[in-house]
Structure formats: structure tokens, C-alpha cells
């Protein structure tokens, strides 16, 4: 039988296990990407490890998210990461080069290869025919220092492409189709692979903003195969000899087909506040809009940056919107500048920002109070803006621009002619920001650079023989890590210091929760959270179970998890049990103590479902669906400990 795209990606990678859906599998790891918000804690545990150089092909650490810089944290953060690229052997992206997919698709997207970052997005590349995958920092540490990266074997979707884009409908639209109809959790254990004639009307860009938004989805990752398009982009890049052509075998079998005939596609919008809220532009017209912006890794390329600028051509942006652009990376920026483009949205009155996350992760940008923002950012849950109760809409640069001019949501095809966009040849390449990594010599004598804020990894204890946690928090489905560990101006820069972002964890849900979960830990217990579905949506950040876990979290209880999160949980040695029966979700409440008796025992016999008592109401029972390999990490307390051991 034939293979798949993601198929043969990963049979050319596997270190252990075999295709078989569902099946525990390993797989070696090529490239590895990290940003500052997550990095500067993956490189705590790299140094833990104790390699002393990175055992990838290449390994990038970029600088994108954490740009605000209001107080020496930042900064710090910064220099302690530029230190650490030099001294372990990486490439490092500085603050201002762009956001890490996209610098990553211009300058080290390489059809074939495996990609493990420690961002959510790292799918993007699966534009580029990557195998890429967002983990936790730790899985990002472990694949530095040469090991594989454990998964369950996805289910693999093939979307089968036919037909052409209609004017003024692009990328995004087919990414918000797809999210209407898997919604935010419908990719849970799958791939997403883009197959069919209608993929080669799809440019590079235009695939990775497909592939971005397949995280929305839940999914593990997309992918697009490797053609001539590929090429040409490579191309472009300066990169064509890292070109291999890598097409599905005509007798591919999916587990499942979904089938899009592209020239059927219209404008769409997710709503507020989840990115699965689609609906169709036409349905939303005349909704007054005080905000847009072009930016995030979903759609900030040069494609998405000249369609705007032609449209905005001669025109002026509507005097009660506040328009901002923010260019993906420095290479986007400068190419736009040279097809001279960026003066039509100068002139036009755009806010052209720096490269960078910026206001997609609340670092600014956030709008004003009871007003409507147009985003071409990836997520739109509550609050992340910065502004309480917000109303974030998720939009194609199409869209947003035409609400720049027009001052309301308002269908792009009525703004006349579709502009034509010529992508160049050859892109201008700038890699002022990028340096490479040194040579080993060089390297040993580099010194790490540690500013206060730079607060080494506490020690995790191992499980407990029995677990008595106390319920602090029940909470409802679909929860996301922004509610967990909130990110925006205020937060991130804590990012490097555990104990002091801790304080912070659920603050959004219950201000008094770190106070509360302090409390239960200096008296000796533990604490519990219960959930609903899909708890841990969104971020790769592994802050949303290392924070927890340092205020005396070891169980959460729910009825489905989000793939990241939950490896993150096990990965800190939180155990994450599912509901048999999910009514028994109704039996718990806040306050209520559960207690597992004998759960190392059962654990390490390899129980797979287990009982956990409601003290003073009955019992219930629940699932440990888990590898043989997350028993021994939750049992030693942390992934850390075995790293160290061996
Ligand atoms: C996000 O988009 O939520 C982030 C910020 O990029 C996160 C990573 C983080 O929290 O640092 C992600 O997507 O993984
Ligand atoms: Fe940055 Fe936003 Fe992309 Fe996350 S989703 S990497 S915050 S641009």
C-alpha cells in the first residue's frame, strides 16, 4: 500500500514503533525551534541535562514574543538566550528579525526534515513539507540533546484540494473553513494533510498559513507535500538546493477524507471569542470596527502585507480605525520596502510596528473598551487582547483591510478589482539578526549571561504512594493556557522566573487560586483541578503545568486533554486521569478532597483505569490512559529526573 506525505515523513524519522494509528511512537528530531517565552525555561532544563552542545542538525532559538522591554526582565531575558545559542552550538534570531515560524519558513524550512518547537505554531513549516510539531520546552530540551520525541501515532486526514481561490478569498479562509467544520478540538490526535489538484494554486505562504491554523484545530500537525511550488519558494529563499520533491504515492490510504473544492470559498470570520466561531463575512457586514491589525505567524508574509498595500493603494485608512501592521520578519519588511510598497500603507496612515508576536500574545496593542477588533492573529480567546471582555475577530487580510478603509466589517469583494500580487523571484535576504552558531572552540569559552530574573528550576519529588488532593478549581470545556497561565504584558516577562509567574496561574478564573494552592501546600497536601473537554487548549506553553505543579498540583481530573498540555502535565509529574463515566464530572465540587489509593502501585502495574474517591460522597472511576514510558516520568516526578539520571 502506498504512503502518505505525513506518512512517509514519519517512517523516515522512527526511532521506535511503527505506522499504526494510535500506537506510542518515536521519532528523531532534525530541527528544533524555540522563542524567548518559552526558551529561556527550555534552556534551563537543556543545561540541567548537562549536554554540552545541541545534538540537532539545527537548532534556532528566536527572540519574538517578549519585545516590550519596560524594565531590565526582558533584556535579561534576552541576553541569557543570546549567551545560551553561543555556547551550546545554535542559530540565534534577535529581537526585531520576526516571528519564529515565519522566519523559520524563509531561512530553514527543509522539505523532508522533522521540526520540534516549543510553540504551539510550529506547524507552520508543514507548508515547507516538514514534519513540524509544537511540545513543551522539555520535549524541546530532550530533542536537543539528541532524543527522539515520543507521540502517540496520529490518525492521518487527507483534505483533498480541487479548484481555485475566488478573488479576495485566500489562505485564511480555507484554515476558517476547515475550523467551522472540525471546530477547536476535531483535530485531537490527527495530522492534517492537504493533497489534490488544488494545492498547487497555493503558494508557500499561503500553505503555512493553512498549516499555522491546524493547531486551532488541535490538530498535531499539517502538511502539504513538496512540488514544484515548494521549489520555487526555495527559490526564492536563495535554498533550492534543499529541495526534494516529496509527493503522496497515488495509492495513499487516509483514515479519512475531507474534500474542499476551493472556488466555492467565501470571505469568513471566526467571532468572539474561539476561533472556531465562523461565519461568513456577508453575515457580519456593518459592525463598526475601532482596530485592525495585519500581523502573527498565521498571515504576516509578503503576500499578506502587498495584497494590503494595493488595496490601501491611494486610499486613506478610515479616520476611526486604528490600522496596524506588523511585518512577520525583517525579510518581509524589507522586501515590501523595495517593491515599494510600504510607502502605499505609510501614506494611507498604517501604524507599521516592528516584527514580532506584539499584541497577538497581549504584549500591547491591546484594544479599547467595549470596541470591535479585526486580527489576522491565530486565537481570540477572552481576554488575550489585554482587554477584558473584548471582541476579537479573526480575519484574512482581505477582510481586515477592507475594514481599515471603511471603518466596518464590510466583504472585501466590494471593493473592486482584486489586486494582482507578483511575489519576487528572489526575495532581498537580511539576516543582520541572525547569527550563526560558533564553532565549538569558541564556544567553550562563551560565558552565560544571568540577570536576576533568571531563577533556576526548582527539584520535583516523585509520586506519592497514595495522592490525597484537595478540588480547587472545577472548571468548564475548552479551557485554554491563557486562562491557566495568562500570558500579556504583565506576565510574560516572568517567564524565566517560576515562583514569580506562579502567582499568577488561573488569576483570570480565581485571583485567590496561587494564594489558596500555597496554603494546601504549606500544610503538607496537594491539590486537584477538575475540567471539561479539550482542558489545555491553545499554547504549548509548559508554564501552564510546571506553574501548577510548583503550587502543589499533581492531579487533574477531565474529560478530554488537549495533546500538548497533557504531555506537559506528565512531563512535571501531573498525573492526568480521564472520566469514565463524564456525569461524574457533576459529582465533584470545589473543596472536595479526592484521594487515589495506592497510585504508584497502580501505576507502575500498568492499571489503566482506577478509582478515586470523593472523600465523604462515593467513589468514581477514572482513566490513566498512558504509555508505559509517561508511568516511569509521572512516577519519578518529572521527565528532569530522568533526563538527569541517565
Ligand atoms: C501563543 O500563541 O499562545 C504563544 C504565546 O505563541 C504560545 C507560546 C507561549 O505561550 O509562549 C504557543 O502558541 O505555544
Ligand atoms: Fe507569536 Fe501569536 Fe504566533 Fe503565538 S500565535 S507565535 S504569539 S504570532
Redesign the pocket.
Known amino acids: 500500500m502506498g504512503l502518505s506525505v505525513a506518512e512517509k515523513l514519519i517512517a523516515s524519522h522512527l526511532v521506535s514503533g511503527s505506522l499504526k494509528r494510535g500506537e506510542p511512537i518515536a521519532i528523531k528530531i532534525d530541527q528544533t525551534l524555540t522563542?524567548d517565552a518559552t526558551g529561556t525555561m527550555a534552556y534551563l532544563e537543556f543545561e540541567a541535562i548537562g549536554i554540552p552542545r545541541v545534538r540537532t542538525e539545527l537548532s534556532v532559538s528566536y527572540v519574538?514574543?517578549n519585545l516590550l522591554q519596560t524594565d531590565f526582565r526582558n533584556a535579561d531575558d534576552h541576553r541569557f538566550l543570546q549567551s545560551v545559542a553561543a555556547k551550546y552550538g545554535l542559530w540565534f534570531s534577535r529581537p526585531g528579525n520576526g516571528?519564529?515560524?515565519q522566519v523559520h519558513l524563509e531561512r530553514f524550512a527543509r522539505p523532508g526534515k522533522t521540526l520540534l518547537g516549543s510553540?504551539s505554531?510550529t506547524p507552520t513549516a508543514g507548508g515547507c513539507a516538514m514534519l513540524a510539531i509544537g511540545a513543551g520546552g522539555l520535549d524541546v530540551a530532550m530533542a536537543m540533546a539528541g532524543k527522539p520525541f515520543h507521540l502517540l501515532m496520529p490518525k492521518i486526514v487527507g483534505v483533498y484540494l480541487t479548484g481555485k481561490l475566488p478573488p479576495w478569498v485566500s489562505a485564511r479562509d480555507v484554515a476558517l473553513w476547515m475550523l467551522r467544520k472540525l471546530t477547536v478540538k476535531g483535530g485531537l490526535g490527527k495530522i492534517l494533510e492537504y493533497f489534490g489538484p488544488g494545492v498547487k494554486e497555493l503558494s508557500v505562504p499561503d500553505r503555512a498559513t493553512i498549516a499555522n491554523l491546524g493547531t486551532e484545530m488541535g490538530a498535531t500537525t499539517s502538511v502539504f507535500p513538496s512540488d514544484e511550488v515548494t521549489l520555487a519558494w526555495l527559490k526564492a529563499q536563495g535554498r533550492d538546493e534543499e529541495w526534494q520533491e516529496i509527493l503522496p504515492d497515488p495509492d495513499a490510504r487516509y483514515d479519512e477524507i475531507i474534500e474542499l473544492d476551493l472556488s466555492t470559498l467565501e470571505p469568513l470570520a471566526a467571532c468572539p471569542s474561539s476561533p472556531d466561531n465562523v461565519k461568513p463575512v456577508s453575515e457580519l457586514e456593518g459592525q463598526e470596527v475601532a482596530q485592525v491589525i495585519v500581523g502573527?505567524?498565521a498571515n504576516s508574509s509578503l503576500r499578506d502585507l502587498l495584497v494590503v498595500s494595493k488595496a490601501l493603494h491611494g486610499k486613506k485608512v478610515h479616520p476611526t480605525v486604528s490600522f496596524e501592521i506588523n511585518p512577520g520578519s525583517l525579510q518581509v519588511l524589507e522586501n515590501l520596502d523595495a517593491l515599494a510598497a510600504l510607502k502605499d500603507l505609510i501614506h494611507a496612515g498604517a501604524r507599521i510596528h516592528q516584527s514580532g508576536?506584539l499584541g497577538?500574545?497581549g504584549m500591547g496593542q491591546a484594544p479599547a473598551t467595549g470596541t470591535v477588533s479585526l486580527r489576522t492573529?491565530?486565537?481570540n480567546f477572552p481576554g488575550r487582547s489585554g482587554t477584558k471582555n473584548d471582541q476579537v475577530y479573526l480575519v484574512s487580510p482581505e477582510v481586515a483591510v477592507a475594514a481599515a478603509l471603511t471603518g466596518k466589517i464590510t466583504d472585501p469583494r466590494k471593493l473592486g478589482a482584486y489586486p494582482e500580487i507578483q511575489l519576487p523571484e528572489r526575495f532581498i535576504i537580511n539576516d543582520a539578526l541572525l547569527l550563526p552558531p560558533l564553532p565549538e572552540e569558541k564556544a567553550r569559552e562563551v560565558e552565560i549571561i544571568r540577570g536576576p530574573n533568571i531563577v533556576p528550576l526548582p527539584q520535583f519529588d516523585p509520586l506519592p504512594e497514595n495522592l490525597r488532593c484537595k478540588v480547587l478549581l472545577k472548571v468548564e470545556d475548552n479551557i485554554t493556557t491563557d486562562h491557566i497561565m495568562p500570558a500579556g504584558a504583565k506576565i510574560l516577562p516572568l517567564r524565566s522566573n517560576l515562583p514569580a509567574i506562579s502567582e499568577y496561574v488561573f488569576s483570570a478564573l480565581d485571583p485567590e487560586f496561587a494564594s489558596k494552592a500555597l496554603k494546601v501546600k504549606e500544610s503538607g497536601g496537594l491539590v486537584a483541578i477538575v475540567g471539561g473537554e479539550n482542558y489545555g487548549q491553545g499554547s504549548s506553553r509548559e508554564h501552564a503545568a510546571l506553574a501548577p505543579r510548583y503550587l502543589g498540583v499533581r492531579l487533574k481530573l477531565a474529560k478530554s486533554f488537549a495533546r500538548i498540555h497533557r504531555a506537559n502535565l506528565i512531563n512535571f509529574g501531573i498525573l492526568p486521569a480521564t472520566f469514565v463515566n463524564p456525569q461524574d464530572y457533576e459529582k465533584i465540587a470545589p473543596g472536595d478532597e479526592l484521594f487515589l489509593k495506592g497510585i504508584r502501585e497502580q501505576l507502575a502495574s500498568g492499571a489503566e483505569e482506577i478509582v478515586i474517591e470523593i472523600v465523604g460522597k462515593g467513589s468514581i472511576r477514572a482513566r490513566i490512559d498512558l504509555t508505559p514510558r509517561d508511568r516511569e516520568i509521572i512516577l519519578a516526578g518529572s521527565l528532569l529526573n530522568l533526563a538527569r539520571e541517565d
Do not use: A, L, W, Y
Open positions: 522563542q519574538d514574543h516571528i519564529c515560524h510553540d505554531h502573527s505567524c508576536c497577538c500574545i492573529f491565530t486565537r
